[in-house]
T-cell receptor, first 115, second 111 residues
Framework: DAGVIQSPRHEVTEMGQEVTLRCKPI?????LFWYRQTMMRGLELLIYFNNNVPIDDSGMPEDRFSAKMPNASFSTLKIQPSEPRDSAVYFC?????????????FGPGTRLTVL | AQRVTQPEKLLSVFKGAPVELKCNYS??????LFWYVQYSRQRLQLLLRHISRESIKGFTADLNKGETSFHLKKPFAQEEDSAMYYC?????????????FGQGTILTVHP
């Protein structure tokens, strides 16, 4: 298994543009998480899904952010319109059967730069 | 709301010296705590969890409910321990709980 796959690995865009980040979780995992990493705030949970259903999106910063999981093997995080303060590394992670008994497996991250 | 604080953004030690990465939390319920590590050019990965009371790569962490702390310790640091370390707290149960991370500590072990 290649682990959690994220694309693109790097994204540079201009303010106001739409950005779509993609994630493929590990096959068989029923939880999927989106995180944002910045120097100031560290690692922040944005949203997570269980069996493709969003469970908690309280970490999504604004309405400009949206996430979907149309099936068990694919999720997207969309920012529209993007702003320079959205520049960060965005991680996707997946796990099986919850959080405490099983660890989360992280993808390599997407480094987003909004000019 | 739960909160995790790692007071040191940067920590430097020499090889062979003891190292302690601090983590404090605030949570009204019964917490479950974890340490995650990200080595250079590698993915973030679980280092240890308090419920399993294990030692991984020589690291241990003890949950101190009185001091609301979960400090990560190693008696003799190695250069390969240089990495970013995150403390995390699980609140709200095992199925639908929320994992809250601290701001992270960058550990550098000098030769």
């Amino acid at each position: 298994d290649a682990g959690v796959i994220q694309s693109p690995r790097h994204e540079v865009t201009e303010m106001g543009q739409e950005v779509t980040l993609r994630c493929k979780p590990i096959s068989g995992h029923d939880y999927l998480f989106w995180y944002r990493q910045t120097m100031m705030r560290g690692l922040e949970l944005l949203i997570y899904f269980n069996n493709n259903v969003p469970i908690d999106d309280s970490g999504m910063p604004e309405d400009r952010f949206s996430a979907k999981m149309p099936n068990a093997s694919f999720s997207t995080l969309k920012i529209q319109p993007s702003e320079p303060r959205d520049s960060a590394v965005y991680f996707c992670a997946s796990s099986f059967r919850g959080l405490a008994s099983n660890e989360q497996f992280f993808g390599p991250g997407t480094r987003l730069t909004v000019l | 709301a739960q909160r995790v604080t790692q007071p040191e953004k940067l920590l430097s030690v020499f090889k062979g010296a003891p190292v302690e990465l601090k983590c404090n939390y605030s949570y009204s319920g019964s917490p479950e705590l974890f340490w995650y590590v990200q080595y250079s050019r590698q993915r973030l990965q679980l280092l240890l969890r308090h419920i399993s009371r294990e030692s991984i790569k020589g690291f241990t962490a003890d949950l101190n409910k009185g001091e609301t702390s979960f400090h990560l310790k190693k008696p003799f640091a190695q250069e390969e321990d240089s990495a970013m370390y995150y403390c995390a707290l699980l609140a709200g149960g095992t199925s639908y709980g929320k994992l809250t991370f601290g701001q992270g500590t960058i550990l550098t072990v000098h030769p």
